[in-house]
């Protein structure tokens, strides 16, 4: 069967702006106070305008495998899991073109590509392209804040480098990863993170957007919500069911319209929908722990039962502390009885966790030691801590832990 051209192929509407403005046009929305304190930087401008590049690779995991073999090149490729409950983790542009995405059940894209060629994840690869992509970053600015291992926010407002120009500096980094990876990475520029995120999806893959100040809403008014970054298909729902498609919509509610419908989220959306986001690229700072946790519909009290929800943790936290390319010492469990008890029990290693058997090996010692338990339990959790310092790819969730469920 012939491959249709990929959808992912046909560029959006080029912008044709190449160069930022030096002068830098203040921004003044009715209702917002000046982001005082919000701060890490010394050069902190109270208008939030910036010179921010967001850089990500085009469909990382599979251009890898693409780029190591080249059996793969030109052909719909997934990296994940083939069998009855694996799941795509990233789809090849070629891919794409016939509706794979990932996060889809594998079984599922397999009906959508029936040649889709299944790779399975070598994260060790994966972590090691990126700090190589990394390593480029630091040498134009140390604020760089990573969002996973393909994804990058920099601020270059100052460069170290002295370019002046955050377009010439994209561009720049783009030839440099070409180059020393083999890999293709996409870009946006423009003078906050919101937008500049928006950007490098505009003309993706091998592509790049700029965003200029004075630009940023023109170009948000024709977006559909859905591209908003934060904005999940629940979410675009919703805003449908009130009459908002685009960002024009949007920007045609005031603010108590937004926080009577969308809570926490209304300011957020509100400035949004003025290309406003005020949010600092943070340099990341290295994470305490990866770990992740289970509530359960029903209480459980059985030893194959508890043995299985263990199981079943320990193949998502190991994904992610894999993901994260981290390695840690000490396990720590936790349950919460019942009663809403809680109590955790560790065990640190003089070594690091060698592998996902060592790792599940600990999970279930400590469990087992804890057997047969006074009550049913409500929630499981299992923690990787003690990390080594520095290896840190993601952002930690803000209490460390991301829900299961
Ligand atoms: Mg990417």
Known sequence: ????????????????????????PTVYVAGMSPPAGQSDHEEEEADGLRKVIHVDMDAFFA???????????????????SSGRGVVA?????????????????????????????????????????????????????????????????DVTADLKGIGSATRIAEEIRRRIKAETGLTASAGVSYNKFLAKLASDQNKPDGLCVIRPGEGAAFVAGLPVRRFHGVGPRGAEKMARLGIETGADLAAKDLAFLRANFGSFAEYLFRAARGVDLRQVRANRPRKSVGGERTFFE???????LRETMDHIVDVVWERIERAGTRGRTVTLKLRYADFKTLTRARSLPHYVADKAEFAAIGHALLEDLMPLPQPIRLMGLTLSALEHGESEERPAKDGQLSLL
Request: proline share 9%.
């Open 1 to 24: 069967m012939a491959l249709r051209m990929p959808q992912a192929r046909r560029k959006r509407q080029p912008i044709r702006h190449r160069t930022m403005a030096r002068d830098r």
């Open 90 to 154: 990233a789809a090849s542009y070629e891919a794409r073109g016939f509706g794979v995405r990932s996060a889809m059940p594998s079984v599922r894209a397999l009906r959508l590509c029936p040649d889709l060629i299944f790779r399975k994840p070598r994260f060790d690869v994966y972590t090691a392209v990126s700090r190589q992509i990394r390593a480029i970053f630091l040498e134009y600015t140390p604020h760089v804040e990573p969002l996973s291992l393909d994804e990058a926010y920099l």
């Open 63 to 81: 251009s890898v495998e693409q780029r190591d073999d080249p059996s793969l090149r030109g052909k719909p490729v997934a990296v994940g899991g």
């Open 299 to 305: 209480d459980i009290k059985e030893p194959e039962a």
